[in-house]
T-cell receptor
Framework: DSGVTQTPKHLITATGQRVTLRCSPR?????VYWYQQSLDQGLQFLIQ???????AKGNILERFSAQQFPDLHSELNLSSLELGDSALYFC???????????FGNGTRLTVT | GQQLNQSPQSMFIQEGEDVSMNCTSS?????WLWYKQDPGEGPVLLIA?????ELTSNGRLTAQFGITRKDSFLNISASIPSDVGIYFC?????????????FGKGTKLSVIP
């Protein structure tokens, strides 16, 4: 158990809809990261938050947004969903800069 | 940006055999990490390496930080069925934030009982 909690485990929704994925980091970790893993693809970095502030952006679409709340949990919002958004979405947390990431078990999103 | 070449892409081995996989880059990294991902779960950190030449073990797993700082190796000895999964290497450039962690595309390991 990595200590990173993600909910829900599975999401099935239709194109055009909006969903919210939730992540609670390991106790004491201030940084939260979101990654997307499509079928047979590696892990694609989306965005990082540190202590409530956006720290870095990767290949995140404009239809996607995220935030980190004062209690350090984070939410990833995906809107105007398309079939190609179907993927595993992972949250990870770390103590700080340069520290190893610890991953949650992911949310499997299926867009039909 | 940096790219990591991880090989082999997949491998099938007999239970009890040793396994070797590696990761190479055209850039220098100051940290190398090895993760394992089981089906339906998130990647789990196996070994972290922070110094060129470092050799670190975790049970039957041994990983090395290459002297050139452009490669890393993971060995698994006496494989067992629960070693099945996808193994990812990840590298972090010097002074970089953790968001700059670059992942390889993974090595899919299958163990034949």
């Amino acid at each position: 158990d990595s200590g990173v909690t993600q909910t829900p485990k599975h999401l099935i929704t239709a194109t055009g809809q909006r969903v919210t994925l939730r992540c609670s980091p390991r106790s004491g970790d201030l940084s939260v990261y979101w990654y997307q893993q499509s079928l047979d693809q590696g892990l694609q970095f989306l965005i990082q938050y540190y202590n409530g502030e956006e720290r870095a952006k990767g290949n995140i679409l404009e239809r996607f947004s995220a935030q980190q709340f004062p209690d350090l949990h984070s939410e990833l919002n995906l809107s105007s969903l398309e079939l190609g958004d179907s993927a595993l979405y992972f949250c990870a947390s770390s103590e700080g800069t340069g520290s190893p990431l610890h991953f949650g078990n992911g949310t499997r999103l299926t867009v039909t | 940006g940096q790219q990591l070449n991880q090989s082999p892409q997949s491998m099938f081995i007999q239970e009890g055999e040793d396994v070797s996989m590696n990761c190479t880059s055209s850039s220098i990294f100051n940290t190398w990490l090895w993760y394992k991902q089981d089906p339906g779960e998130g990647p789990v950190l196996l070994i972290a390496l922070y110094k060129a030449g470092e050799l670190t073990s975790n049970g039957r797993l041994t990983a090395q930080f290459g002297i050139t700082r452009k490669d890393s190796f993971l060995n698994i000895s006496a494989s067992i069925p629960s070693d099945v999964g996808i193994y990812f290497c990840a590298g972090l450039p010097s002074g970089a934030g953790s968001y700059q962690l670059t992942f390889g595309k993974g090595t899919k390991l299958s163990v034949i009982p």
